[in-house]
Structure formats: C-alpha cells, structure tokens
Nanobody, 124 residues
C-alpha cells in the first residue's frame, strides 16, 4: 500500500504562491493516478486537481483553473501542486491521494490511501 506525506503548506497573503509536495512510498507509484484535495472548516472535501499515472492528462476544479498546476515526477515518487494567485477562499487542509488505476478521475470516491494533509492559510 502506498503511503503519502504532504508538505509545503503555510500562511501566506492573498496573491502569493505556494508549492505543495506529496512524497509517496512504494515502487508502484508510477502506476497510479494522483490527486490533490482540500477541506475547509465546515465544508466537504473537494477535489482540486488530478493527474494520470503518465502525467499526460490533468483535471482542475473550476475554482483553481489558471492558478494551480499539478505535476508529478515518477522517478522521485512525488506529485506537486503549484498554487499561484492564492485567495482567502483557498484556505483549507490540503491532501493528496492515489487512485488504484492509472486513469484520471475527478471523483473523490475513486481515490484512497490519503495522506495526513498540509494546512494552507491565505490571509486577505
């Protein structure tokens, strides 16, 4: 089973950038699609971005299109989320998770093996 550790969160001001990283254990990382998700207090967890196992296909939530970029390095077993032009509404606990197939999905139910999350707080 893949284990995931997120990092890179922090407290920033609106308009700033952050880069989140997710390090995965295990030799089968390159077989799995990956996703970034977030959950704000009092709200349901939502998908932010996802990437296929090859890295060729990506998905973004409408709320982050044009501002966030997901990428992966299968040689280093990492997936990253570059977040630019951050807004206060981006404040949330951010998680990465794997899907047990190489194919892209935007459905939370398709993902498992969740990390512990990294907090992103954007002040206005």
């Amino acid at each position: 089973q893949v284990q995931l550790v997120e990092s890179g969160g922090g407290l920033v001001q609106a308009g700033d950038s952050l880069r989140l990283s997710c390090a995965a254990s295990g030799r089968t990382f390159s077989r799995y699609a990956m996703g970034w998700f977030r959950q704000a207090p009092g709200k349901e967890r939502e998908v932010v971005a996802a990437i296929s196992a090859s890295g060729i296909s990506t998905y973004y939530a409408d709320s982050v299109k044009g501002r966030f970029t997901i990428s992966r390095d299968n040689a280093k077993n990492t997936v990253s989320l570059q977040m630019n032009s951050l807004k206060p509404e981006d404040t949330a606990l951010y998680y990465c998770a794997t899907r047990q197939t190489p194919y892209l999905s935007d459905a939370i139910a398709d993902f498992g093996s969740w990390g512990q999350g990294t907090q992103v707080t954007v002040s206005s």
